[in-house]
T-cell receptor, first 113, second 110 residues
Framework: EPEVTQTPSHQVTQMGQEVILRCVPI?????FYWYRQILGQKVEFLVS????????KSEIFDDQFSVERPDGSNFTLKIRSTKLEDSAMYFC???????????FGDGTRLSIL | KQEVTQIPAALSVPEGENLVLNCSFT??????LQWFRQDPGKGLTSLLL?????REQTSGRLNASLDKSSGRSTLYIAASQPGDSATYLC?????????FGTGTSLTVIP
């Protein structure tokens, strides 16, 4: 069964550095999402992306964050000037159509030191 | 703002029991509700999706119901097995995003 893949599985970065988290959504899916889960807390929505543009973003997704679909297969989340509180699991998800099941990757554990 | 609550936070049952997990949400204007399973250190696995116009969905030993007007959903697991041990999350899709509950941690004791 097709799946969403995320790399790396674990990223350790010094505070203030930039990180790029990578995702390969399921190939025929059109809607892409990023979520994060701080340890012990709820999964939180960050951003949704459709037709090469952001369709929705949460209050968390400020100027520190950006997303990009640089080619036909990858979907990236860039976090600039990382802070300690950015430490979390970051999940990518995709769905074939709006209002269809979202399929999640296994996540990238981001640790900011 | 949509708030999603799950009760109980943790549940421990002997193998073979039937069980019910509860989810409530504050705003009935949703497109769908999805139940997920999360294993430690892993991503979310979709179990069932109920569209806002539907009342229930079934997959194997799982049955999910939705009462949109009262803001409630239940996930029924029949004949529980140790392999069902995981955290179960419900999420409502509204606007263009999911709102997640805090999850129910289920332990099925052999």
């Amino acid at each position: 069964e097709p799946e969403v893949t995320q790399t790396p599985s674990h990223q350790v970065t010094q505070m203030g550095q930039e990180v790029i988290l990578r995702c390969v959504p399921i190939s025929n899916h059109l809607y892409f999402y990023w979520y994060r889960q701080i340890l012990g807390q709820k999964v939180e929505f960050l951003v949704s992306f459709y037709n090469n543009e952001i369709s929705e973003k949460s209050e968390i997704f400020d100027d520190q964050f950006s997303v990009e679909r640089p080619d036909g297969s990858n979907f990236t989340l860039k976090i600039r000037s990382t802070k300690l509180e950015d430490s979390a699991m970051y999940f990518c998800a995709s769905s074939e159509l709006f209002n269809q099941p979202q399929h999640f990757g296994d996540g990238t554990r981001l640790s900011i030191l | 703002k949509q708030e999603v609550t799950q009760i109980p936070a943790a549940l421990s049952v002997p193998e073979g029991e039937n069980l019910v997990l509860n989810c409530s949400f504050t705003d009935s204007a949703i497109y769908n509700l999805q139940w997920f399973r999360q294993d430690p250190g892993k991503g979310l696995t979709s179990l069932l999706l109920i569209q806002s116009s539907q009342r229930e969905q079934t997959s194997g030993r799982l049955n999910a119901s939705l009462d949109k007007s009262s803001g409630r959903s239940t996930l029924y697991i029949a004949a529980s097995q140790p392999g069902d041990s995981a955290t179960y999350l419900c999420a409502v899709f509204a606007g263009n995003q999911f709102y997640f509950g805090t999850g129910t941690s289920l332990t099925v004791i052999p």
